[in-house]
């Protein structure tokens, strides 16, 4: 018989016996500590057995089991087929390893779970405080605002918002894109990453919207084309309203040259947003400056905490110049959101005015705990070390007869495959790829693949605090390996 609200018994979600729900969570922190202590002597990945998966394919629970049993299923069936971009030799896509105090800060962040919509509390504080410490660091000035955001895709999307309201040339949140205005353009390399489309996409411009501009060889953007298609684009009747900079591309890490760019904006009255997901953050190396020179100039400025600040996912960041534009993209203020002069409604930024997100999580503590715990310069050597590291793998890749370099070593990213006169060249693509695969499934390191110019490339991205000389050592042995082995069994393309 089903109990009334009202008797004696009473629920809620805390523990019924707090001791042993502590005791486990010791354990748990006892047991994550040893995994990222050990990370170095595991395989990179492995591939999980299907009656492993099999156990994500269970029916809704509708009665509770002890949480150490939970516990037990994440050690047996999640623990182990981790992503792997806690190891030292994951260098897969763009992707930071995140760092065992980030990952206490996350705990302490969850238990608080303050909303950091807005109000008076101490976590609003902290948040102001890690963006002005954001500014600083890029030296830009104390009036510009600034967001947490989940990550760089978020960012880029906030700052092509505000660019769009505040340079359509009439009020884009009362008529909206289809009151018969021109089209609004915006201008972007060719080696722009996927998320400056989207947002493109998502803010109703429509992709056709986003003028892809081509590169020069070492693949930044080509001035001379980009300001003839704005040009072009203003000769039939179109809008250009914005021009993006990639500070470090996904593809090979090239930088387009910001200073220049931002020369180019002012001239044609665009704004200018710098996509700096991770590249950005390089001017916290030393004697990286003067490549990224050109970023303080930007209009809004889009960078990730998550990958090259190595903190736990998800965290980036997006800063905008003129704090009012802003603001003005995203502000509502319903009646039940009204802000008060004193107590918990009270306090000048309302994060919940700037951005997508009301509820919003208290990430900012990961951030506030790293930039006091190790302090920018720390921080800037791990990055000039990656760097570092990607021209000596460079550097190595060309020493060795069965490796090719496909694209020059700009930042952290280094492309390359592995050569060999009896592959038919038709057949480098598949082979490589098989290459990378093979690579993966061994567990000894885990670079990503990606495509230039048609051919494809194994490709490194060194966000990883983690990485030693030997691990790329290793890679490149294992490399060969594969590919001589390959070789030896006469490897052919399956169809
Ligand atoms: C990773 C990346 C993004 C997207 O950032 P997320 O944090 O994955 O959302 C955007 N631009 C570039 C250049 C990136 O490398």
């Known amino acids: 018989m089903p109990t009334p609200l009202s008797t004696e018994v009473w629920e809620s979600l805390d523990p019924q016996d707090w001791e042993s729900l502590q005791a486990l969570g010791h354990r748990m922190l006892d047991d994550i500590f040893d995994h990222l202590r050990t990370s170095r002597d595991r395989p990179v990945w492995k591939p999980m057995p299907d009656q492993v998966r099999k156990k994500f394919r269970a029916s809704l629970p509708r009665e509770g089991q002890p949480a150490e049993a939970v516990y037990q299923s994440f050690l047996d069936n999640i623990l182990p087929y981790n992503m792997g971009n806690d190891h030292p030799r994951f260098w897969g896509w763009v992707m930071g390893n995140g760092t065992p105090l980030g990952m206490l800060a996350d705990m302490l962040a969850s238990g608080l779970n303050p909303n950091m919509g807005g109000g008076d509390h101490a976590a609003v504080e902290v948040e102001r405080q890690v963006i002005d410490w954001c500014k600083a660091m890029f030296g830009w ?54 998320s400056i489309k989207r947002a493109i996409e998502i803010l109703g411009l429509g992709a056709a919207a986003l003028r892809k501009v081509p590169v020069d060889s070492a693949y930044r953007i080509d001035l001379g084309a980009l300001e003839a298609q704005i040009e072009a684009d203003r000769e039939v009747g179109m ?11 996904t593809n090979t890490g090239a930088v387009d040259p910001l200073d220049a760019l931002a020369d180019l904006a002012e001239q044609h009255g665009l704004w200018y947003h710098i996509d700096g997901a991770f590249g950005a953050l390089a001017c916290l190396a030393p004697g990286v400056g003067e490549k990224l020179k050109g970023m303080e100039r930007a209009d809004s400025l889009a960078f990730d905490l998550h990958k090259w600040f190595y903190l736990p996912f998800e965290i980036g960041c997006v800063l905008v110049r003129d704090a009012e534009a802003h603001r003005r993209t995203f502000a509502a203020h319903p009646d039940y959101l009204e802000k008060a002069a004193r107590g918990l409604a009270a306090g000048e930024i309302w994060f919940g005015d700037y951005g997508i997100q009301l509820t919003r999580s208290f990430r900012a503590l990961k951030a506030w705990m790293a930039f006091q715990t190790y302090g920018v310069d720390q921080v800037g050597r791990i990055i000039g070390r990656n760097m570092h590291q990607a021209t000596d793998l460079g550097e190595e890749v060309e020493a060795r007869p069965n490796m090719e370099l496909l694209a020059p070593v700009d930042l952290n990213v280094v492309c390359f495959r592995f050569v060999d006169p009896a592959i038919d060249p038709g057949q480098l693509n598949a082979f490589n790829e098989e290459v990378l695969i093979r690579l993966q499934e061994s567990g000894t390191a885990a670079p990503s693949g990606t495509l230039l110019e048609q051919r494809f490339a194994l490709r490194c991205a060194i966000t990883n605090h983690r990485s030693r000389g030997e691990d790329f050592d290793l890679l490149l042995d294992a490399v060969e390996s594969i590919g001589g082995e390959m070789l030896d069994e006469g490897w052919q393309p399956s169809d």
């Open 141 to 194: 000035p104390e009036t510009a605002s600034g967001l947490l955001v989940s990550g760089g895709s978020v960012a880029n999307l906030i700052g092509l918002a505000v660019a769009r309201n505040a340079r359509a040339g009439f009020d884009v949140r009362r008529d909206g894109l289809m009151s018969g205005h021109p089209q609004l353009t915006f201008y972007v390399s060719s080696e722009q990453h996927s």
């Open 239 to 249: 809008h250009p309203v914005g021009l993006i900079g990639c500070a470090g591309t």
